[in-house]
């Protein structure tokens, strides 16, 4: 018994050699490739698309409490918006949102989900100041938000602050 495995092992090796000497390789398993995993990387909007006076606008909160013009998110108030991933400016479409029918208040929570080409943005907000009731030249609200964009398995998030009004 001992005998005829060694016998076995011994004439898989000659197998092999005998392969490999006339010139072929004994076959491998290949595994299929899989996609490269990339971390988005989120930058500034370098030519905004939509009016900023009436849409979305979300920035770093360096940029917000400077009031410059440097934008993370940019949307019209329909369920377009627009971001830089990867050094270049992209156009998304909503695909989800659960932002309450009411009139939003201070401290309300909502998220919306934007994607184009396998890559998603997921915005949750914070409502943290609304226009005083009495002044109807108001329409502003302002949120602090979270940013989280992923493609492929691979996540960035950045907080940012920023209002929506015309």
């Known amino acids: 018994m001992k005998r005829d495995a060694v016998f076995l092992s011994f ?12 010139g072929t390789k004994p076959a491998s398993i290949q595994t299929p490739a899989s996609p490269e995993v ?6 500034i909007i370098h030519v905004p698309k939509f009016r900023i006076e009436c849409g979305v606008a979300l920035q770093l909160p360096e940029d ?6 440097k934008y993370v998110f940019n ?3 329909a369920e377009s ?9 992209v156009d998304l479409m ?3 949102s659960n932002e309450p029918e009411r009139e939003l208040k201070v401290g309300d929570r909502f998220t919306e989900t934007y994607a184009r080409d ?20 108001c ?21 940012t602050s920023g209002l929506l009004g015309c």
């Open 11 to 22: 004439a898989s090796v000659l197998m092999m050699l005998v392969a490999c000497s006339s």
């Open 38 to 43: 990339i971390t988005p990387k989120i930058g």
């Open 64 to 69: 917000y409490k400077g009031q410059n013009k």
């Open 75 to 77: 949307g019209d108030l």
């Open 81 to 89: 918006g627009q971001m830089n991933i990867d050094g270049r400016d």
């Open 94 to 96: 909503m695909v989800d």
């Open 118 to 137: 396998g890559l998603n943005a997921q915005i949750d907000y914070v409502v943290t100041g609304i226009c005083d009731p009495t002044d109807e030249s």
């Open 139 to 159: 329409e502003v609200i302002n949120f602090d938000a979270t940013i989280t964009v992923e493609r492929n398995g691979a996540k960035q998030q950045v907080k």
